[in-house]
């Protein structure tokens, strides 16, 4: 079972991204605000879910959240600033956006910037031990995944409607065949995302 907060004097937004080793379309981030009472017998890191389960607990959290909100930095930007800035400015986005200002974040991974004056703690594997961010990985992985969908219709040799722009071996064959799309992230090798990058 996952934790409800990691601090309870304060109220806590958990945050999470997707899309950040991928080779096409955007990141995204979410930012949640559970009720402190809040469980689900399935609620956990989006990545161990399946379509449906991920869909069905993405109603549930929507409808249950104090606050939550969604957003997105694009392929041109990621390749601008690098991936991991590109995630952390999604989850500042997201976290501007929320209904109301919460007074603790917390972020999956171990890598992040000041947003604004709040206090924050980042988790390793934290999508995998507290409920709020593992409800914003959820988010961020649906809202993504929709995304990817429909840019799925305009270049479907590249099977994003199952890789969703991760580097799939079919991905990567489309790639070598036919070139970049206009949603490919340019500073991306085929071979080797960037995954590990300066702030």
Excluded at 2 to 15: D, H, S, T
Excluded at 37 to 55: P, V
Excluded at 67 to 77: G, P, T
């Amino acid at each position: 079972m996952l934790l409800p907060y990691f601090q309870n004097e304060l109220i806590e937004a958990g945050c999470d991204e997707a899309g950040r080793g991928c080779l096409a379309g955007p990141v995204f981030a979410a930012a949640v605000v559970l009720p402190k009472n809040f469980t689900h017998s399935i609620l956990r890191d989006s990545k161990q879910l399946n379509e449906k389960n991920r869909a069905d607990l993405r109603i549930i959290i929507e409808q249950e959240a104090l606050a939550f909100a969604v957003s997105m930095v694009d392929h041109q930007e990621i390749d601008k600033i690098n991936i991991l800035n590109a995630s952390i400015k999604a989850m500042h986005l997201a976290l501007e956006q929320l209904s109301f200002r919460p007074g603790f974040v917390i972020i999956d991974g171990n890598r992040f910037k000041p947003f604004q004056d709040i206090p924050f703690e980042c988790v390793v594997k934290g999508d995998d031990k507290y409920c709020s961010i593992a409800a914003a990985s959820i988010l961020a992985k649906t809202y993504r995944d929709d995304y990817m969908l429909q840019l799925s219709a305009e270049y479907p040799s590249y099977d994003w409607a199952n890789n969703k722009g991760y580097p799939t071996i079919k991905h990567r064959n489309a790639v070598l065949a036919f070139g970049l799309t206009p949603y490919h992230r340019k500073t991306f090798r085929i071979t080797d995302p960037q995954l590990s990058l300066p702030i």
